[in-house]
Structure formats: structure tokens, C-alpha cells
T-cell receptor
Framework: ELKVEQNPLFLSMQEGKNYTIYCNYS?????LYWYRQDPGKSLESLFV?????AVKQEGRLMASLDTKARLSTLHITAAVHDLSATYFC????????????FGKGNQVVVIP | DTEVTQTPKHLVMGMTNKKSLKCEQH?????MYWYKQKAKKPPELMFV???????INESVPSRFSPECPNSSLLNLHLHALQPEDSALYLC??????????FGQGTRLTVV
């Protein structure tokens, strides 16, 4: 059974500091997605990581993928309040069928 | 246009009612999805349509019936729902094996 584990599930961040959140998955996959969700809102796509060693950056967020370790990280640089949200990673578990398995999410709160 | 539009935004229905959720996209995406999300939980995949054909049904009860009339539209027909079906229902679309764009969701309450 596929498991997608994110940790920590809850993280309180101080503004201006750097943090990393993690996504582990238990089966082979060739792509991994990161999404953001604000409370009561829908999901916003952040990154698609397609290959081992892939790194994508957007603003203060940087995502990377290690397919051998089955690990993706989302690094937050100089956290700001606007980054408070729940971050989900999702793994494509059936080739060619867009069947995604989501982790439980990392709930991030950035405090002054 | 990079939007997925869902209607209605909110829906309250009784257990004997029949209602439909609607989803529309004009990005030329060939895959469309229905997800169910409970509070503080990740989205759970319900159905996937690829090229207007149902490709995945995640063992969803028959009281939920999806329909894809054309490549831009996706419906979810609801009948005889239970209170535990109350949730946020999210529609999404994507190119095959690409990132998904999500609609704003329909918040469904079954009374």
C-alpha cells in the first residue's frame, strides 16, 4: 500500500527564518507535486518535480526531489506571514493515469 | 483562462434530494477529476476522466454519479446522500500527467 508521509504535520515558523518540510513516499514514482491550501480555500499548484535531482524555485519556496530516497523537501527561505497555509505533497502512483496519493499536509503558521 | 469554475459554491440538501455539482474548464485539459475533502484532511480522489472517458472510480458509492458531457464540462450527480457525505467537493483539470488546476469547490452539507 502506498504511503505518503509529510512531516512535521504542524510547524510554527518565525518570520525571517528558514525552514524545511519533508515528504516521504513508499513506492516508486516518477513525479511529485506540491500544493498549497489556505484555510477554507481550494488547492493551488506550486511545483511539479519530474526527475531525480529536480529542483524548482518560486519566490521564497524551493522544492527538490530525490527519487532514490523517495523524498521531497520544500524549503522556505526567510518565512513571511503570507506563507501561512497547509502544504500538501502528492505522488503519482499509477503511470499515465494521474492517480495521485496525497500526504496529510504540513500546516504552517508564520508568526511575527 | 486558467480557471476551473465550480457551481454552486454552497449546497445544502436533504437525504432524499437529487442535486448536481458542475465544473467547467476552458484550458483544453484532457483530464478532469472529482475530489472529496473533509476538514483538516487531504483531498481524496473520487473519479478521473481522461479524454472524456471514466478512467478511475475509487470505489465511490453509487449515490455519487459522475458525468462528462464534453471535454470542458464535468458533473457530479448526487442522490440519497448521507450526512457523512458532507464535505468540500473539488473539481480539477490537467493535461495528462501534469499539474492539476483546482476549482474553488462546492461546500456540501447533507441534512
Amino acid at each position: 500500500e502506498l504511503k505518503v508521509e509529510q512531516n512535521p504535520l504542524f510547524l510554527s515558523m518565525q518570520e525571517g527564518k528558514n525552514y524545511t518540510i519533508y515528504c516521504n513516499y513508499s513506492t516508486t514514482s516518477d513525479r511529485l507535486y506540491w500544493y498549497r491550501q489556505d484555510p477554507g480555500k481550494s488547492l493551488e499548484s506550486l511545483f511539479v518535480l519530474l526527475s531525480n535531482g529536480a529542483v524548482k524555485q518560486e519566490g521564497r519556496l524551493m522544492a527538490s526531489l530525490d527519487t532514490k530516497a523517495r523524498l521531497s523537501t520544500l524549503h522556505i527561505t526567510a518565512a513571511v506571514h503570507d506563507l501561512s497555509a497547509t502544504y500538501f505533497c502528492a505522488v503519482d502512483i499509477r503511470y499515465g493515469n494521474n492517480r495521485l496519493a496525497f500526504g496529510k499536509g504540513n500546516q504552517v503558521v508564520v508568526i511575527p | 483562462d486558467t480557471e476551473v469554475t465550480q457551481t454552486p459554491k454552497h449546497l445544502v440538501m436533504g437525504m432524499t434530494n437529487k442535486k448536481s455539482l458542475k465544473c467547467e474548464q476552458h484550458m483544453g485539459h484532457r483530464a478532469m477529476y472529482w475530489y472529496k475533502q473533509k476538514a483538516k484532511k487531504p483531498p481524496e480522489l473520487m473519479f478521473v476522466y481522461s479524454y472524456e472517458k471514466l478512467s478511475i472510480n475509487e470505489s465511490v458509492p453509487s449515490r455519487f454519479s459522475p458525468e462528462c458531457p464534453n471535454s470542458s464540462l464535468l458533473n457530479l450527480h448526487l442522490h440519497a446522500l448521507q450526512p457523512e457525505d458532507s464535505a468540500l467537493y473539488l473539481c480539477a483539470s490537467s493535461q495528462i500527467r501534469d499539474k492539476a488546476f483546482f476549482g474553488q469547490g462546492t461546500r456540501l452539507t447533507v441534512v
